[in-house]
């Protein structure tokens, strides 16, 4: 909570096993924002190229392009 009051953005990445549960609600109070969460439901297979891209332009965006004010 203290991260994102300072402005941090927080992203999760859950991944959840076979034999285990993942616990989402306890991600999304973590991060705060649904749409920073990337929730993986058939464990480390899952993780594939196309998801490195979705997460590197969900993470690593151009910040002068996310703010109208900044064009």
């Not at 196309?50 to 703010?67: G, I, K, Q, T, W």
């Amino acid at each position: 909570m203290k991260l994102r009051n300072k402005g941090v953005l927080i992203f999760a990445l859950g991944v959840q096993s076979s034999r285990g549960k993942l616990d989402v609600d306890q991600l999304e109070s973590i991060i705060g924002v649904k749409n920073h969460l990337f929730v993986f439901r058939e464990g480390f297979a899952s993780l594939t190229e196309d998801f490195a891209m979705e997460l590197s332009d969900s993470v690593c965006h151009d910040p002068f392009y996310d703010e109208p004010e900044h064009h």
